[in-house]
């Protein structure tokens, strides 16, 4: 409801709404009542609306040296 007027289309980051549910999800699972647990999940879900922005790529920066590096193995002190 809040970004139907807006120019670009809007979904929920998945990230962030996964961080969230496993922080309420064993309320849930133990809750008397899971309604409300489930009112406050999908609410904070959606407040993590990120704008789509269609037919943006952009070709990721080569850094130099970010070649295989070979570390000495590892010697126990006697």
């Known amino acids: 409801e809040k970004t139907k007027n807006r120019e670009h289309l809007y979904q ?12 309420t999800i064993v309320k849930l699972l133990t ?5 409300i647990w489930v009112q ?7 407040s ?3 704008a789509m ?6 070709n990721r920066k080569k850094r130099l040296g970010t070649g ?3 570390r000495p ?3 126990p002190h006697t």
């Open 53 to 58: 922005r269609l037919n943006r790529c952009y």
């Open 31 to 35: 809750a008397t009542n899971p309604l």
């Open 73 to 75: 193995a590892y010697k």
């Open 40 to 46: 406050r999940l999908t609410k904070s879900m959606a």
């Open 12 to 23: 929920v980051n998945r990230f962030q709404a996964l961080s969230s549910m496993k922080d």
């Open 48 to 50: 993590y609306c990120n």
């Open 68 to 70: 295989v590096r070979v």
